[in-house]
């Protein structure tokens, strides 16, 4: 580890194997708990390259305990997080409206790290139950549309890191891997990055493989379609602002869309958007990601028919249904 300090410290990079041995040696529990602090803090003190990206994807996807859902597509709804805003579980939620709305999902989620409550976090206290049995999972797909995959389940090297995160507080490069390393591989996945330095390099990343992706980027800084500003797309169709106007929506104040302050009050925003309760800005926030995630299901569609069918699972309780299916599995 003094090696990879020192490598660090000099402001060098690292090659993809490099970077895969390192992420290998931190899973196998080679390094202690200082040693691995050091190497996450200096680690995110400069920007991760394409190659690093990668070797660290490489190593946890290896490493993973891989998941065989046997159905059709599914996709994944899932950001970075790291942008600091404290919103509330949008992402989570537009998985069951997307869920709700009939298409597969594989939801990859954890505990908040640099963010009060994670999608791990508000599931487990609304009852869910998690688990790595692939039998239990393909159950839940197919009777509840999604299955939730919590991370430190499939993913040893989460587990080993999971207590120095909690204890630094900031986004570290897992924050980066979690949409990359889903077990489930999902054929669909809509992921949402805090900045377009990383958007570009996802960009990059996706277009070698055979995923159908959207990735996205709210240019004030949100790993989502925020609503408070405008956001940019990157798909197999290209690079696109798209502007709150434009998609018939006036732009939010940001504490519209803030989470709750401890894991309950997040819980209760969570149940009031499925409900069908929650305010305005809340729901069309949940909505407007729901439908350029179908939208990447049907990149033929348009981006107001997917928001109908995304409209139409949270009213008609399709959304909530397949929450409360999830839940009793």
Not at 46 to 75: H, K, Q, W, Y
Not at 213 to 229: H, P, Q, W
């Amino acid at each position: 580890m003094k090696a990879i300090l020192n490598h660090l410290f000099e402001h060098k990079t690292f090659t993809r194997e490099q970077s895969k041995e390192i992420l290998t040696a931190i899973a196998q529990g080679k390094y202690n708990n200082s040693q691995m602090a050091a190497f996450m803090t200096a680690y995110c003190m400069r920007s991760i390259t394409v190659n690093e990206l990668e070797g660290f994807r490489d190593a946890m996807l290896e490493l993973c305990l891989p998941v065989d859902l046997e159905t059709g597509e599914v996709i994944d709804l899932c950001g970075t997080g790291g942008d600091g805003k404290d919103t509330f579980n949008i992402s989570t939620l537009a998985s069951f409206v997307v869920a709700g709305a009939g298409y597969k999902v594989a939801k990859h989620g954890n505990y908040g790290v640099s963010s009060g409550c994670g999608s791990s976090n508000v599931m487990e206290f609304l009852g869910s139950v998690f688990t790595n049995d692939t039998d239990k999972l393909k159950a839940n797909i197919d009777k509840a549309n999604i299955c939730f995959l919590h991370a430190p389940l499939f993913h040893p090297a989460m587990k080993t890191v999971a207590p120095i995160r909690r204890e630094l507080g900031v986004k570290t490069f897992f924050n980066m891997l979690g949409p990359l390393v889903n077990p489930a591989k999902p054929q669909n996945q809509l992921v949402g990055v805090f900045n377009l330095e990383l958007a570009r390099i996802y960009a990059y990343l996706y277009q070698k493989s055979d995923v159908k992706y959207t990735i996205l980027n709210a240019l004030e800084g949100y790993d989502e379609v925020s609503l408070t500003c405008d956001f940019k797309t990157f798909s197999a169709g290209g690079e696109k602002i798209n502007s709150i106007e434009s998609l018939g929506f006036t732009k939010l104040n940001p504490g519209e869309i803030l989470g709750g302050s401890t894991i309950s009050e997040s819980a209760d925003i969570f149940m009031k958007v499925l409900n069908n309760e929650a305010t305005p800005a809340q729901s069309n926030v949940v909505l407007c990601n729901a439908a350029l995630a179908i939208n990447t299901i049907k990149p033929q569609a348009s981006f107001a028919d997917c928001f109908y069918e995304a409209e139409e699972s949270l009213i008609s309780k399709k959304a909530l249904n397949s929450f409360k299916t999830l839940i009793a599995n």
